[in-house]
C-alpha cells in the first residue's frame, strides 16, 4: 500500500510540475546535454559535429520512477553557422506519464576579438515541440480499496469527461555564449546566457479550460573557467543559476582534468545543487569519446525522512570528431 502511495505521487508530481510550477527535467551532468542548456552551444566543437546522449534515472526503490533520457547532435559549418537537433524525454508512473521536447536549434559563432580571434561570441535560437500525456484510467486511488474486498479496478472515482490524455505546444528559445579559447593563456573563460519557452506556450489537458496555464520562461546563467595546472592538469570550477516561475535550482563544483597517456584523459570532481544534493563525477575522455557517470547523494530534508532511493544516477556518452590532437585548444566546456 505504501508503495502504491508512492506511484501514485510520482505520477503526480510529474503532472504538477508542469501545470504549476512548470519545472522542467534537468541533468546533473548538464554540460553533456548543451543544446537543452543553451541552443548557442549549437556547434561549440573543435570538430565538424558532435553527439551525445544521457540517461538519468531518479527513486530507484520505487515502482516505474522517473527516467530522463537526452540525445543531442549538432554540426558546424564553414559559415559560422551551426545547427543541432535536442531532443528529451522523460517518463514516471503507472499511469504511463510522458513528456517530450524536440528542439532544432541554430547558432552564429562569427563574433570573434582579441589575438587571433580566439574570444568568441555566440548567438543561438532554438524552436520545436513539447508534448506530454498519461493514461487516466490507469490512476489508482485510495477509495478503490475496499475492506474485505482488497483492490477493485473498476472506477477511479475521477471525471475527465472534458480532459485529454496528451497535449503539444510549439516553444522556442535563445541564448548567447562567450568563451575564450586563446591556447596561451592558463586560465579560459566561459560563460553563457539562454532563456527558454520565450513564447510562453499553454499548456492544459483540458478542453474547457478557459484560461489554461503557461510556461513560464526558464532562465539559465552558466559559466566557469579553465585553469591549467600544468601541461597535462587543469581544474575547471563551474556554476549554474537556473530560475522558472517560483523554482531555482543553483549548482557549484567543479572537476579535475589529468591526461593519463597520449589522447587519455581521466576527470573526477563534485558538484552541489543548493539544498538538495551533491553529486560526485567520474569521466574518461579517450581520443573523441567522452564517458561520464555520476551519481547524486541527496542533502536535502528528504534524507532524513527516511525515503530510501531518493538520490539519482547518471551516465553519458559524447563522441566529437576533433581535429587533431592540441589539448591546449579549450572550445568546448564539458560541465
Given at each position: 500500500?505504501?508503495?502504491?502511495?508512492?506511484?501514485?505521487?510520482?505520477?503526480?508530481?510529474?503532472?504538477?510540475?508542469?501545470?504549476?510550477?512548470?519545472?522542467?527535467?534537468?541533468?546533473?551532468?548538464?554540460?553533456?546535454?548543451p543544446l537543452w542548456l543553451?541552443?548557442?552551444?549549437?556547434?561549440?566543437?573543435?570538430?565538424?559535429?558532435?553527439?551525445?546522449?544521457?540517461?538519468?534515472?531518479?527513486?530507484?526503490?520505487?515502482?516505474?520512477?522517473?527516467?530522463?533520457?537526452?540525445?543531442?547532435?549538432?554540426?558546424?559549418?564553414?559559415?559560422?553557422?551551426?545547427?543541432?537537433?535536442?531532443?528529451?524525454?522523460?517518463?514516471?508512473?503507472?499511469?504511463?506519464?510522458?513528456?517530450?521536447?524536440?528542439?532544432?536549434?541554430?547558432?552564429?559563432?562569427?563574433?570573434?576579438?582579441?589575438?587571433?580571434?580566439?574570444?568568441?561570441?555566440?548567438?543561438?535560437?532554438?524552436?520545436?515541440?513539447?508534448?506530454?500525456?498519461?493514461?487516466?484510467?490507469?490512476?489508482?486511488?485510495?477509495?478503490?480499496?475496499?475492506?474485505?474486498?482488497?483492490?477493485?479496478?473498476?472506477?477511479?472515482?475521477?471525471?475527465?469527461?472534458?480532459?485529454?490524455?496528451?497535449?503539444?505546444?510549439?516553444?522556442?528559445?535563445?541564448?548567447?555564449?562567450?568563451?575564450?579559447?586563446?591556447?596561451?593563456?592558463?586560465?579560459?573563460?566561459?560563460?553563457?546566457?539562454?532563456?527558454?519557452?520565450?513564447?510562453?506556450?499553454?499548456?492544459?489537458?483540458?478542453?474547457?479550460?478557459?484560461t489554461p496555464p503557461t510556461?513560464?520562461?526558464?532562465?539559465?546563467?552558466?559559466?566557469?573557467?579553465?585553469?591549467?595546472?600544468?601541461?597535462?592538469?587543469?581544474?575547471?570550477?563551474?556554476?549554474?543559476?537556473?530560475?522558472?516561475?517560483?523554482?531555482?535550482?543553483?549548482?557549484?563544483?567543479?572537476?579535475?582534468?589529468?591526461?593519463?597517456?597520449?589522447?587519455?584523459?581521466?576527470?573526477?570532481?563534485?558538484?552541489?545543487?543548493?539544498?538538495?544534493?551533491?553529486?560526485?563525477?567520474?569521466?574518461?575522455?579517450?581520443?573523441?569519446l567522452i564517458v561520464g557517470?555520476?551519481?547524486?547523494?541527496?542533502?536535502?530534508?528528504?534524507?532524513?525522512?527516511?525515503?530510501?532511493?531518493?538520490?539519482?544516477?547518471?551516465?553519458?556518452?559524447?563522441?566529437?570528431?576533433?581535429?587533431?590532437?592540441?589539448?591546449?585548444?579549450?572550445?568546448?566546456?564539458?560541465?
Amino acid at each position: 500500500m505504501k508503495k502504491m502511495k508512492k506511484i501514485i505521487l510520482i505520477a503526480l508530481l510529474g503532472i504538477v510540475s508542469f501545470a504549476k510550477a512548470q519545472v522542467d527535467p534537468h541533468f546533473s551532468q548538464y554540460y553533456m546535454h548543451p543544446l537543452w542548456l543553451n541552443p548557442a552551444l549549437t556547434g561549440a566543437t573543435n570538430g565538424d559535429y558532435r553527439v551525445g546522449v544521457i540517461d538519468r534515472s531518479q527513486w530507484s526503490s520505487v515502482t516505474k520512477a522517473f527516467s530522463t533520457v537526452g540525445l543531442s547532435a549538432d554540426f558546424t559549418t564553414s559559415k559560422n553557422l551551426n545547427f543541432g537537433l535536442s531532443l528529451l524525454q522523460q517518463t514516471a508512473g503507472d499511469a504511463g506519464y510522458k513528456y517530450f521536447n524536440g528542439m532544432g536549434s541554430i547558432s552564429y559563432s562569427g563574433i570573434r576579438f582579441g589575438r587571433e580571434g580566439t574570444k568568441v561570441i555566440t548567438f543561438g535560437m532554438s524552436a520545436g515541440i513539447i508534448s506530454q500525456g498519461f493514461d487516466f484510467s490507469k490512476l489508482k486511488g485510495g477509495y478503490q480499496y475496499k475492506p474485505y474486498f482488497g483492490f477493485e479496478p473498476i472506477g477511479n472515482g475521477e471525471n475527465f469527461a472534458n480532459g485529454k490524455k496528451s497535449t503539444s505546444m510549439f516553444d522556442m528559445g535563445a541564448g548567447v555564449t562567450f568563451f575564450d579559447a586563446d591556447p596561451d593563456k592558463k586560465t579560459n573563460f566561459f560563460g553563457g546566457f539562454s532563456a527558454a519557452h520565450i513564447t510562453q506556450p499553454k499548456n492544459s489537458f483540458f478542453v474547457s479550460s478557459a484560461t489554461p496555464p503557461t510556461l513560464d520562461i526558464r532562465y539559465t546563467l552558466h559559466g566557469g573557467a579553465r585553469v591549467l595546472l600544468s601541461e597535462n592538469s587543469s581544474i575547471v570550477p563551474n556554476a549554474l543559476i537556473m530560475k522558472e516561475g517560483k523554482s531555482q535550482e543553483i549548482m557549484l563544483g567543479g572537476y579535475w582534468q589529468i591526461s593519463v597517456i597520449e589522447e587519455v584523459d581521466l576527470m573526477a570532481g563534485v558538484n552541489y545543487r543548493v539544498k538538495d544534493a551533491f553529486y560526485p563525477y567520474l569521466g574518461l575522455n579517450f581520443n573523441n569519446l567522452i564517458v561520464g557517470l555520476s551519481y547524486d547523494v541527496n542533502a536535502s530534508q528528504m534524507s532524513t525522512t527516511g525515503a530510501k532511493g531518493a538520490s539519482s544516477y547518471e551516465f553519458s556518452l559524447m563522441y566529437s570528431n576533433r581535429k587533431g590532437t592540441d589539448k591546449g585548444f579549450f572550445k568546448c566546456p564539458r560541465f
